[in-house]
């Protein structure tokens, strides 16, 4: 079984930055695809970003680009999702997902196996 724990979200002003990490547990996992993905209140989650489980490829959200940046810490198996430049829109809970059938990392939700509870980020215009 994988566990995914996210962390890093808070409070922050517009144009500020703010760091996301996703810590894994399980057996396997670091060889997982990753993502991010985000949920609004009254909306549907959505996409954000995914890496692939070496780090070599990633993949943005049109939302997200040029903002945004998922990396990974291969010693500490963790995955990062440092947020630039960002909008009140951005508010969101931000999760973590780990794909076990693939190696790189998509943006369809119903591909991912595991999920971490949430973290909020809230941003203040």
């Known amino acids: 079984q994988v566990q995914l724990v996210e962390s890093g979200g808070g409070l922050v002003q517009a144009g500020g930055s703010l760091r996301l990490s996703c810590a894994a547990s399980?057996?396997?996992?670091?060889?997982?695809?990753r993502g991010w993905f985000r949920q609004a209140p009254g909306k549907e989650r959505e996409f954000v970003a995914a890496?692939?489980?070496?780090?070599?490829?990633?993949y943005y959200a049109d939302s997200g680009k040029d903002r945004f940046t998922i990396s990974r810490d291969k010693a500490k198996n963790l995955r990062y999702l440092q947020m630039n430049s960002l909008k009140p829109e951005d508010t969101a809970v931000y999760y973590c997902?780990?794909?076990?059938?693939?190696?790189?990392?998509?943006?369809?939700?119903?591909?991912?196996?595991?999920w971490g509870q949430g973290t909020q980020v809230t941003v203040s215009s």
């Open positions: 890496i692939s489980w070496n780090g070599g490829n990633t």
């Open positions: 997902a780990a794909d076990r059938q693939r190696h790189i990392g998509r943006p369809f939700e119903y591909e991912y196996d595991y």
């Open positions: 399980g057996r396997a996992c670091s060889t997982y695809a």
